[in-house]
Nanobody
Framework: QVQLVESGGGLVQAGGSLRLSCAAS????????MGWFRQAPGKEREFVAA????????FYSDSVKGRFTISRDNAKNTVYLQMNTLKPEDTAVYSC?????????????????WGQGTQVTVSS
């Protein structure tokens, strides 16, 4: 079992930046690929980014590519999401995920463990 706790959300103006963190409670963090998803009100959960166990493989959705950066620190059992040039349409609850089962990465059903999420609100 892996517990995930996100932090770093908040209210920011359009064009601003936020850095989200997700701390994992596992001794084998370096064995898990990690992902970030987001869910806006009335919408389905959407894939944002993912990173492989070593950090050598990184994937982004087209909607955030060039603005967001995913990274990880295996010594700290933490994955990060640096979000720059934020837009009002980035407003959502952001959740991290672990335990990718090797199917379609963009599907929430492909991930086993989830955090409770952190709210990001971008004002125009």
């Amino acid at each position: 079992q892996v517990q995930l706790v996100e932090s770093g959300g908040g209210l920011v103006q359009a064009g601003g930046s936020l850095r989200l963190s997700c701390a994992a409670s596992t001794r084998t963090f370096n064995k898990y690929a990690m992902g970030w998803f987001r869910q806006a009100p009335g919408k389905e959960r959407e894939f944002v980014a993912a990173i492989s166990q070593s950090g050598g493989g990184i994937f982004y959705s087209d909607s955030v590519k060039g603005r967001f950066t995913i990274s990880r620190d295996n010594a700290k059992n933490t994955v990060y999401l640096q979000m720059n040039t934020l837009k009002p349409e980035d407003t959502a609850v952001y959740s991290c995920a672990a335990g990718y089962r090797g199917q379609y990465m963009g599907s929430p059903d492909s991930w086993d463990y989830w955090g409770q999420g952190t709210q990001v609100t971008v004002s125009s």
